[in-house]
């Protein structure tokens, strides 16, 4: 069993998920690659290995349990990241930055970048809040 496998299986048994082969394979897809991915992107990664419906009860699954955390990019396309850190899925509040290269249009968590504190005007309740700074990542600026 190689290192990706092992930690694949590490993280869905933290996060209270059952270990199976559909999981570790769509897990082992978002280790690889370590930027956002949306399901289109996992159905093209993924060939005819896996159907839409168990992709999406999947990525529903991680959602639900802290393993993954949503992210829209600037097209209103829903995306989904790992989560950097170990939490219970009821106290789940991944409020970071993120950042879309405008080159190759990865979208990567900015953990390292502190997020700002909103206060709401009077008469605004705030349910969530959403920050994506576009440019040109490394690997990009690079080439």
């Known amino acids: 069993m190689g290192d990706l496998q092992l930690h694949a299986d590490h993280l869905l048994k933290e996060h209270n998920l059952r270990v199976t082969d559909n999981r570790a394979q769509i897990l082992k897809i978002f280790l690889q690659k370590n930027y956002a991915l949306s399901q289109p992107d996992l159905e093209r990664e993924l060939g005819e290995k896996l159907d839409r419906v168990t992709i999406y009860r999947t990525l529903t699954s991680f959602l639900e349990n802290g393993l993954l955390h949503k992210v829209l990019d600037d097209a209103g396309a829903s995306k989904f990241a790992l989560c950097t850190h170990s939490h219970a899925s009821e106290a789940h509040a991944d409020e970071h930055i993120h950042f879309k290269c405008t080159n190759c249009n990865n979208t990567n968590c900015l953990d390292e970048l502190s997020f700002p504190h909103f206060i709401a005007p009077t008469g605004y309740s705030f349910s969530n809040t959403n920050i994506l700074?576009?440019?040109?990542?490394?690997?990009c600026a690079k080439h």
């Open 133 to 139: 700074i576009q440019g040109i990542c490394p690997k």
